[in-house]
Structure formats: C-alpha cells, structure tokens
C-alpha cells in the first residue's frame, strides 16, 4: 500500500485497500472479530482467576501443589473440548447454516463461563472449562469459515482474517 496516497500496490490496481469489501463482508468480519475478541477475553480472565479461585475450591494455599496439578487438568480440558467443539459445531453448521450455529456457539460458552462461577469442587470447574471450550472452539471454526467463505474473491477480507493466513501455508504441506 503506498503511504502516500493510501492505494493498493497491487499490479492493474489504483483501488483503495476498503473498496471492493461489501457490506456483508464488513458484517461477517465484525461479528467474527468480536467473537474472537471476547474468547480471548474470556481465556484471560480465567487465567488471571485461577491463581485464586483453584485454591479456594481446594481450601488449601496458593502454592500447593495440588492447585497446580488442577489448574494444569483445567487447561487440559480447555484443549480437549476446543477441538472437539471445533469438529462437532463445524459438522452443527454444516447442516443448520453459520449465522445460527454461531449464535449457538457464543451462547453456550457464555452460558457455561457464568455457571463456571458456581463450582464448588475442582472437578467440577474442570469439567465447566471443558464445556466452555467446546463453545469457544466451535466459535473459532465458524468463524472461520464464515469469514472464508464471504472474502471469497476479496484479499483484503483474506489480509483481515489472522487465522487463514496461519493455517494457509500448513495446508499446502
């Protein structure tokens, strides 16, 4: 893009980097971004949580080393069910369509982050976290194909969309 007059440097093309990307696409874009805002939002407070809440639900000190060992079965959840989220919303959206299935996603993480407030034992934020990660990793995958499929044709849609160009090159190996 040159600096100067905000143009593309694309060759044949005098268009600025915005024209071209319909209201739909800014749409989609938004509603993705902000789904990936608050999931990373809502990943960090739990991180910024845990150092305290572990340890109440254990009824044991900070550095005890069982906290750590939770914490640790608590993230390991997190993974878990942000796979499996990502496969079984994907398979959800392929079948009743993207726009209803990220509602659904947002909603469930949501829902299950607030009931992730009620624990009362270790196990049960584990399980909790488990179940916010499959909203979350569902988020994540229609998002993404949401996002791919409305910049179809658009590269600015595709320079917009971090996690298509993180994945594009591991693609072609």
Known sequence: ???????????GSNRKWYEGITRYQWLALTIASLGWMFDVFEGQIFVASMRNAM???????ADDPAVSRWNDWAFGSFLLGGALGGVLFGILSDRIGRTKTMII??????????????????????????????????????????????????????????????????ARC
């Open 105 to 170: 996603t947002i909603l469930f993480y949501s829902l299950f982050t607030c009931v992730t407030a009620f624990a009362q034992a270790p196990w049960q934020m584990v399980v909790l976290r488990f179940f916010v990660a499959m909203g979350v990793g569902g988020e994540w995958a229609v998002a993404s194909a949401m996002c791919t499929a409305t910049g179809q044709g658009n590269e600015v849609v595709k320079l917009f969309y971090p996690p298509l160009r993180c994945i594009r090159p591991l």
């Open 1 to 11: 893009m040159s600096e100067n007059t905000g143009k593309s440097e694309l060759p």
């Open 55 to 61: 340890p109440a639900l254990l009824g044991v000190g």
